[in-house]
């Protein structure tokens, strides 16, 4: 025997067989003895519940598992039947669920940002409301290399510094450091770079009698709270460079 779920304007109806024995029928045979429950909306709701969990946090890339089976029917029969949807994500992203139909999915993207999921389950016909979470997804904090092959290349009134891409995914900027001294406790920052080179334009001097000092290091891109992390100097030593006096 079946459970019959219905619905009426604003009523809900579910009509429930209850059968608890067997008697025998005048041609020998037997029947059940039934009764059929008919629930209204004054009985307790039939709409199930979902819960798709707690607020997430992860990083780019990983995969975060989703736990929506805390959802409950509201008899306590039938099947729970699931439905994740991604509500929304950042401009650009490409999130992604293994599944969107079992309690238990997977959740990876490639975008830094907030994403919104979403689950519905359904139960004798009736569906609940939607319940989301919210994932954050960070950068990884990764300790950035140091840069090498800094070189300090005079020109007239400057000096170009060049150095290798360092293949730093998380690179944010390169920090330039400056001395009139090969000590690098003496040197000042004097600006950043978002690629592989800077141009400096040390104090007006004529002649340039004497050499520059430089050093060089990456700081990383930080996650959802601001934290970054500072690499080390390409070196212990100042990269020399000198400018060209004008002709």
Same mark, same amino acid.
Request: aromatic share 10%; hydrophobic share 35%.
């Given at each position: 025997?079946?459970?019959?779920a219905?619905?009426?304007?604003?009523?809900?109806?579910?009509?429930?067989?209850?059968?608890?024995?067997?008697?025998?029928?005048?041609?020998?045979?037997?029947?059940d003895?039934?009764?059929?429950?008919?629930?209204?909306?004054t009985?307790?709701?039939?709409?199930?519940?979902?819960?798709?969990?707690?607020?997430?946090?992860?990083?780019?890339?990983?995969?975060?598992?989703?736990?929506?089976?805390?959802?409950? +029917?509201a008899?306590? *029969?039938?099947?729970? @039947?699931?439905?994740?949807? #991604?509500v929304?994500? /950042?401009?650009?992203? %490409?999130?992604a669920?293994?599944?969107?139909?079992?309690?238990?999915?997977?959740?990876t993207?490639d975008?830094?940002?907030?994403?919104?999921?979403?689950?519905?389950?359904s139960?004798?016909?009736?569906? +609940?409301?939607?319940? *989301?979470?919210?994932? @954050?997804?960070?950068a990884? #904090?990764?300790?950035? /290399?140091?840069?090498? %092959?800094?070189?300090?290349?005079?020109?007239v009134g400057?000096?170009?510094?060049?150095w290798?891409?360092?293949?730093?995914?998380?690179?944010?900027?390169?920090?330039?450091?400056?001395?009139?001294?090969?000590?690098?406790?003496?040197?000042?920052?004097?600006?950043?770079?978002?690629?592989?080179?800077?141009?400096?334009?040390?104090?007006?001097?004529?002649?340039?009698?004497?050499?520059?000092f430089?050093?060089?290091?990456?700081?990383s891109?930080?996650?959802?709270?601001?934290?970054?992390?500072t690499?080390?100097?390409?070196?212990?030593?100042?990269?020399?460079g000198?400018?060209?006096?004008?002709?």
């Amino acid at each position: 025997y079946g459970t019959t779920a219905l619905m009426s304007g604003d009523l809900q109806f579910m009509i429930m067989p209850m059968c608890w024995s067997s008697s025998p029928s005048n041609d020998g045979g037997f029947f059940d003895i039934c009764q059929v429950a008919v629930l209204s909306k004054t009985s307790p709701p039939l709409v199930p519940t979902a819960y798709a969990g707690t607020n997430q946090s992860v990083s780019i890339m990983s995969a975060l598992p989703l736990d929506g089976s805390a959802s409950v +029917s509201a008899t306590g *029969t039938g099947v729970l @039947t699931y439905s994740w949807s #991604i509500v929304s994500s /950042p401009a650009g992203s %490409a999130p992604a669920l293994s599944s969107s139909n079992v309690a238990k999915p997977t959740f990876t993207t490639d975008t830094r940002g907030e994403y919104v999921l979403g689950l519905t389950v359904s139960n004798l016909g009736f569906e +609940s409301t939607e319940s *989301t979470i919210t994932v @954050t997804v960070t950068a990884p #904090i990764l300790t950035p /290399p140091k840069l090498t %092959a800094v070189k300090a290349t005079g020109a007239v009134g400057t000096i170009e510094l060049t150095w290798d891409d360092p293949q730093f995914a998380n690179l944010a900027y390169v920090e330039i450091w400056r001395s009139t001294y090969d000590d690098l406790g003496t040197a000042q920052r004097i600006g950043s770079a978002l690629v592989n080179g800077y141009i400096d334009i040390p104090p007006r001097e004529q002649p340039y009698s004497h050499d520059y000092f430089y050093w060089c290091r990456i700081v990383s891109i930080g996650n959802q709270n601001n934290d970054s992390l500072t690499g080390p100097f390409n070196a212990v030593a100042g990269t020399p460079g000198r400018p060209l006096d004008a002709p």
